[in-house]
């Protein structure tokens, strides 16, 4: 498959080449790290509520010489916030916390299906956008069945699945669902979050040193070449700037089977939050 320079949605925004993680990146070194980012060239930011950070978030922006309109925020409905009301109330503390106008890209960021209100969940994303909050609609760690669940309920696809993807655990058969009704998947944990050992995985390696390449731009070109968004979280500037640069080599398809074949199944997930069963509350 060919090297995507930008993801096209289905409602017709587009993304950049990458995106900037930013678990455990807060305070003042994270104002800095972030700054770091957008300097080297990052232009969209993935935040969450239950990443206490958005006020970080805000702060970069503000100090930013680069304008509003050319940073993409992608932020993330926490599953305490299901029920429509707390939904859209928590939207706009978000936004106040942020002291942003409106999120370019805002998601459901775990299904919790045991609860059973993520449709309500997503009324409430429909009903923000439509009041100018949120540009961009879209779920995270949705199954296909909590995706047909949503469609069939609302009539509103969602632009972007954001789901793990590593290669311990490729997640190949949800990608194909999400692209099969035109939803581009987002690769969450790709370097598998310093959990599981990918950056030194041999075959990795392997690659890496076929390529003149780091073990990270190995598998974001990987994730690339599969037609998934890679969200890579550094507050390391020098990883931050290599990671950056992931595109300027391709994997052979030799090299990406071998890739693919890592695979582990259910076992290669980073925490084993399989989205059926795993409930997110905060
Ligand atoms: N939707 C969801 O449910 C969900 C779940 C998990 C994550 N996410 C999002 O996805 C983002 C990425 O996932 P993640 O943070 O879990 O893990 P990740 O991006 O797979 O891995 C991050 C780790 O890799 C290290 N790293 C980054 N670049 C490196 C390089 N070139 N060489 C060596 N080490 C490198 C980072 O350390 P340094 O900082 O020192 O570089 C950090 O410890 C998150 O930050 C978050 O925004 C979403």
Redesign the pocket.
């Known amino acids: 498959m060919a090297l995507n320079n930008n993801f096209e949605l289905n409602d017709g925004s587009i993304l950049p080449h990458v995106g900037l ?4 990146i807060q305070g003042g070194t994270g104002v800095n790290a972030v700054q770091n980012a957008l300097d080297i060239g990052y232009r969209l930011i ?3 509520t239950n ?1 206490n950070n958005e006020g970080m978030v805000g702060e970069v922006i503000r100090r930013s010489h680069i304008a509003r309109e050319d940073i993409y925020v992608s932020a ?1 409905l926490p599953g305490s916030n299901h029920d429509y009301d707390k939904a859209i109330h928590i939207i706009q503390e978000s936004l106040y916390r942020t002291g942003l106008d409106y999120f370019d890209k805002y ?1 459901v ?2 299904p919790n299906p045991k609860q059973g209100k993520y449709v309500d969940a997503w009324k409430a994303l429909i009903d923000a956008q439509k009041y100018g909050l949120i540009k961009t609609i879209g779920v ?2 949705f199954m296909p069945e909590h995706l047909d669940r949503i469609i069939e309920a609302t009539g509103v696809t969602p632009a972007t699945n ?1 789901i ?1 993807i ?1 290669p311990y655990f490729n997640n190949k058969n949800l990608i194909h669902e999400n692209s099969k009704r035109g939803i581009v998947s987002e690769a ?7 959990i599981n050992d990918v ?1 030194v995985n041999d075959t990795i390696l392997d690659i890496a040193q076929k390529y003149n390449r ?4 190995v598998i974001m070109n990987w994730v690339n070449q599969l037609g998934v968004f890679p ?6 500037y020098k ?2 700037r ?2 950056f640069e992931y595109l300027n080599f391709e994997l052979a398809s030799s090299d990406i089977e071998k890739i693919n074949s890592l695979d582990k199944g259910e076992a290669g997930r ?1 925490e084993g939050q399989n989205p059926y069963d795993y409930e997110e509350f905060v």
């Open positions: 993680g930013t678990v455990n993935d935040t969450s990443y993330k998601l960021h775990w995270s760690n954001q793990e590593q969450w944990s790709p370097l598998g979050r310093e950056l780091t073990p990270a731009q969200i890579v979280k550094s507050d390391n990883h931050q290599s990671n980073v």
